[in-house]
């Protein structure tokens, strides 16, 4: 799975998380085929699900007709904010790349993994954006410079840091969480956001992590989508005071992220399942690395 946004890259940050992850079997077959499980709300329908519709419009990239029976196995329910549907659509081109044997280190071949992949992230979330596709199929840190055309760079996580995910138990759906987003934002808060954005990724590039996680901040988003995200704030109170560094709302929620030191990470951990429950909201926490993006497990 992966986190979009980070605070400060609304609809253009992408952290690629090492769990929890979706895994996908595949195999070509006469009759195209889709199993799930792991998550009854995800539709089983090989037109609208995001791993089905990536692998065929992959094949589809190719010039190639060809069915495949694939197996989807959830590693976290969708409508949490960390990039369910990304993660299974990548999982759809990749595994329809290594069945077909194309080489993905091409230039031509990643390009065409990554429109694969954004056809099912659209079909999956109803709401086609780059950042969870984009973490999930290059790993590390992404920034989406434009998705039309499609132009994505990748850079590496500095050391030493936890991704700490408070997962509260209900849904958010991203079209939801969307809607209640003005068209026009007022100058200041796009000037703070931009100073916020430039900081963060200078942070990323010297390995300054204070500064990474100062400016996870959001001027955009997050305000306008507190309403929807009961326990946001409880939870991120109690983070930054065991230690956080940042903390966020994760993509478009209700997931809440934070960053922190290695050592403070069971700490914040707790703080943010606390903070939830303090908040009314039951919710897990789960302590991650930043992930390596889409693996192939085995070829056959
Ligand atoms: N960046 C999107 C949003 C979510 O905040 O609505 C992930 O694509």
């Not at 995001?50 to 590693?75: M, N, P, T, Y």
């Not at 507190?226 to 005071?241: E, F, I, K, N, S």
Request: charged share 20%.
């Amino acid at each position: 799975m992966s986190v979009a946004n980070m605070g400060s890259g609304f609809d253009t940050f992408g952290l690629c998380l090492d769990r929890p992850a979706d895994i996908l079997e595949a195999r070509p077959s006469e009759r195209p085929r889709l199993r799930v499980d792991g998550d009854d709300s995800i539709p089983t329908d090989l037109r609208r699900n995001a791993a089905s519709v990536a692998a065929k419009a992959f094949a589809r990239e190719l010039g190639v007709r060809w069915s495949v029976d694939l197996h989807l196995i959830k590693g976290c329910r969708g409508g949490s904010g960390i990039g369910s549907s990304g993660a299974s659509a990548v999982a759809g081109a990749v595994a329809a790349a290594a069945l077909l044997r194309a080489d993905v280190q091409r230039p031509a071949v990643a390009a065409a993994l990554l429109r694969s992949a954004f056809a099912g992230e659209a079909a999956g979330s109803g709401s086609a954006h780059l950042d969870n596709v984009a973490a999930s199929l290059f790993g590390g840190f992404t920034i989406v410079e434009s998705m039309h055309p499609q132009i994505v760079h990748r850079l590496p996580v500095p050391r030493g840091i936890r991704v700490v995910i408070g997962l509260p138990e209900y849904r958010l759906d991203t079209q939801r969480s969307r809607s209640v987003l003005p068209t026009h934002i007022p100058r200041r808060d796009a000037v703070e956001n931009v100073a916020h954005a430039a900081a963060f990724i200078h942070g990323i590039m010297t390995g300054d992590v204070e500064a990474i996680g100062r400016n996870m901040v959001d001027r955009i988003a997050e305000p306008y989508r507190r309403r929807l995200v009961p326990g946001l704030d409880a939870a991120a109170t109690a983070a930054r005071r065991a230690g956080a560094l940042g903390v966020a709302l994760a993509g478009s929620g209700p997931s809440v992220v934070a960053l922190t030191r290695v050592r403070r990470a069971p700490d914040v951990a707790r703080a943010l399942r606390r903070g939830f429950a303090r908040g009314g909201v039951p919710a897990e926490a789960l302590i991650c690395r930043a992930g390596r993006g889409a693996q192939l497990l085995e070829r056959t």
